[in-house]
């Protein structure tokens, strides 16, 4: 069987089938068009060992001598109810076709009753996705305990990256050097969780943002899962990834399949940033991608939340949304206490009726109040919790998740309460044509453009008539998210999910932007949001300004540092903008009109990180894909090490062509005099540098090469620049 060669965008994925098992001999830099004969390349056989070579396969097995974690665990249950027959298939290739960005491989065991096919698809921009499929083609039911997806990275691969974090602490990088034995990341959130790792990456030794070999992958699923890296002692190294399935959760009966979630995974020579280029290139060719270029931009949004909780009295809320439309916001969301019985956390969950003593004709009201003034009008929900002090719990108490197969009325026990809530079982036919309907009621009753969908609770002890099922209450969430669409095609949903515990591709799938984060402290969400941007492109993460003293953290950031903040996003506000001072308004509204100026750039330009010595200071930015301008932020996170940060080079530019760089934010005019001699400046200097007000022209290969000169900015500060090509 002939091999199979993947390219695109200077990227190949090779395939040999000379073992007679699919094996992946390459992932990583183009080869070009012409490869050498596969059957020289035939690994050496060392003492001790084997007697043959031993082969990573596209689904690496026990049975072809492969030491590190089986591609298929699991085995036939057989007519006495036994399971454990089968354990150890062996399969081999009976089908390989490829068309040029795709190829499919089958895979057989024929005594053991098993196909296994994969498919490997090479997208435009060099992102290759991969999923499997196992399929009982035996006479009794298979167990399936776990079915991966890996891929080889070669050894000069020596580093790891992953994120991981907590509630307002999303996505965080940790790094360290791959040792010899399995790497594992655990997600049991019954969600993708607020821990979870984005991405995880293993590069060459020292690998930056801009500079080294990456080999990324991301898991496109948003229950239990395992991520992992496997090294060999032999020398071998494979990365990966496979849904965490509960006890008997997956059993197929005969001619049954069960489909993997797939995984995503990128390889750059550029650092960092090339991985990012792939996955955000990627998400901007999805035909259901949010339109931002030359389509419908991206709308500043107010949400109500950190301003009213749940006050959800009309005469306030009309208020606020009149200063919305006075500063220029376009989306106006109303977020939890709208519904039946909710004056907190503890109740109405579920009963998605309007609250009819607080909104006696209903949302109408205040939606024409939004509407009329030229904004969009969002609602938040939450469809997959309930609250036990609801009616919905009430009259169908065998509508709530748990491990017993008895209701919690018939003496059935619950899982342990998470924020006063308990899960709703979309498994169940009925709950889900229930939650269903009501939240298609909401929409065709009301004129809502957009739903916050939340999801504050991690799913514990998940079970559905007394079994597992985290796997099926998952796909019930994406089917119920696929019928709302079909049904409302120009309504957004924001998975949002206690902030960020619910990102990933499989969500994403089915939604039109994430909610990076519950903490709107300007200083955390700078490395929230640069690292859930290495994945996401910025026009799917919620990125809002929130109040002078942070609802999370207790810190007090000024206007200038959170409108910077929140502009290399999808820009909103989150504070109640009615007690804001003039000179609040002022710098807000500014930040509003940037990024109206600057969305289409921001969200459709390439993503650039620089690699700086001091580590107080970093910048970040984005460059218009024909490379004519681009925007870039200095943001001074503590004190920094040296007394001046020297020069900051602009990376991304054309080396050739010619920019005039000015900075926009803040400017002499955005900070007041509060005393004679005394000033709130962002800056702690006697004189700027001398290029700060008249601006800099620079080729893109000296400002690459040699930088711009940053003034002296305070702790929790950031300075905007703009880079046009004359």
């Not at 068009?33 to 035939?42: F, N, Q, S």
């Not at 919305?324 to 109405?348: I, K, M, S, T």
């Not at 609802?551 to 109640?576: N, P």
Request: aromatic share 8%; glycine share 10%; hydrophobic share 40%.
């Amino acid at each position: 069987m002939n091999p199979i060669h993947l390219r695109a965008d200077g990227v190949s994925v090779l395939l040999s089938f000379r073992s007679g098992e699919a094996e992946i001999v390459h992932w990583g830099a183009d080869l070009g068009a012409h490869v050498p004969d596969l059957e020289l390349l035939t690994d050496p056989v060392p003492h001790s060992a084997l007697d043959v070579p031993v082969i990573a396969g596209v689904v690496p097995q026990p049975s072809s001598g492969w030491l590190g974690r089986p591609g298929l665990r699991g085995s036939r249950i057989d007519e006495d109810g036994r399971p454990g027959r089968d354990f150890s298939p062996a399969l081999r290739v009976v089908a390989a076709e490829a068309d040029g960005e795709t190829a499919r491989i089958v895979q057989r065991d024929a005594s053991a009753g098993l196909e296994v096919a994969t498919r490997l698809r090479l997208h435009p921009s060099g992102l290759l996705e991969a999923a499997s499929s196992v399929t009982n083609t035996g006479a009794t039911p298979y167990q399936v305990d776990e079915l991966a997806i890996q891929l080889p990275v070669p050894a000069d691969a020596g580093e790891l990256l992953d994120l991981t974090g907590r509630w307002c602490r999303e996505n965080h990088p940790q790094r360290q050097a791959i040792r010899r034995g399995t790497w594992v990341r655990t997600g049991r959130h019954g969600r993708t969780g607020h821990d979870s790792s984005l991405l995880v990456a293993a590069g060459t030794p020292g690998f930056g943002n801009r500079s080294g070999a990456v080999w990324a992958a991301h898991f496109a699923w948003s229950g239990d899962h395992e991520q992992f890296l496997d090294a060999l002692a032999d020398g071998r190294q494979m990365i990966g990834a496979a849904e965490l399935l509960g006890s008997g959760e997956v059993v197929l009966a005969p001619g049954e399949a069960y489909e993997t979630p797939a995984l995503y995974a990128a390889w750059s020579d550029r650092g960092l940033d090339g991985v990012t280029e792939r996955f955000h290139r990627w998400f901007r060719a999805r035909p259901q991608h949010v339109e931002v270029d030359g389509g419908r931009p991206r709308p500043v949004v107010l949400n109500t939340w950190e301003a009213v909780y749940f006050d959800h009295r009309i005469e306030p809320l009309v208020e606020l949304a009149a200063a919305a439309a006075e500063l220029g916001v376009e989306r106006f969301v109303l977020d939890d206490g709208w519904f039946r019985g909710r004056r907190d956390d503890r109740a109405g969950l579920g009963d998605w009726h309007v609250d009819e003593g607080l909104w006696p004709d209903g949302l109408t009201p205040l939606i024409e109040a939004v509407t009329s003034r030229g904004m969009e009008f969002g609602l938040w929900v939450e469809p997959e919790m309930v609250n036990l002090d609801s009616d919905v719990a009430r009259e169908h108490p065998d509508w709530i998740v748990g491990p017993d197969a008895r209701s919690h009325d018939e003496g059935g026990r619950l899982p342990v309460e998470w924020r006063h809530q308990q899960v709703i079982d979309l498994v169940n036919p009925d709950a889900w044509q229930y939650v269903y309907d009501r939240i298609d009621a909401l929409l065709r009753e009301n004129d809502i453009a957009y739903l916050k969908w939340d999801q504050n609770r991690d799913l514990r002890e998940h079970g559905h008539d007394g079994r597992p099922s985290v796997h099926a209450q998952t796909l019930a969430v994406y089917r119920l998210f696929a019928a709302l669409k079909e049904a409302h095609p120009r309504v957004e949903i924001e998975s949002c999910s206690s902030g960020g515990a619910r990102i990933d591709l499989g969500v994403l799938a089915h939604t039109d932007r994430v909610w990076a984060s519950d903490c709107n402290d300007a200083l955390e969400r700078q490395t929230i949001q640069r690292w859930t941007q290495a994945v996401l492109p910025p026009e799917l993460v919620g990125a809002h300004v929130g109040p002078t003293h942070s609802h999370t953290t207790g810190r007090v950031h000024d206007i200038g540092f959170r409108v910077l903040t929140a502009l290399f996003g999808h820009f909103g506000i989150e504070w109640d903008i009615r007690a804001a001072s003039e000179h609040e308004r002022a710098v807000l509204r500014k930040g509003i009109e940037l990024y109206k100026r600057f969305r289409g750039l921001i969200h459709s330009g390439v993503r650039v990180n620089a690699d700086l010595v001091e580590p107080a200071l970093a910048l970040h930015g984005v460059v218009a894909q024909d490379r004519g301008e681009a925007l870039f932020t200095a943001v001074m996170h503590r004190t920094p090490v040296a007394e001046m940060p020297g020069r900051v080079r602009l990376p991304g530019l054309d080396p050739d062509r010619v920019y005039r760089v000015v900075p926009l934010l803040p400017t002499a005019e955005d900070f007041p005099r509060t005393t004679e001699g005394d000033s709130a400046s962002p800056f702690v200097q006697h004189r700027g540098p001398g290029w700060f007000d008249e601006g800099l022209t620079a080729t893109g290969r000296f400002l690459d090469a040699v930088g711009v000169t940053l003034p002296l900015l305070r702790p929790e500060q950031a300075l905007l620049l703009h880079a046009a090509a004359e």
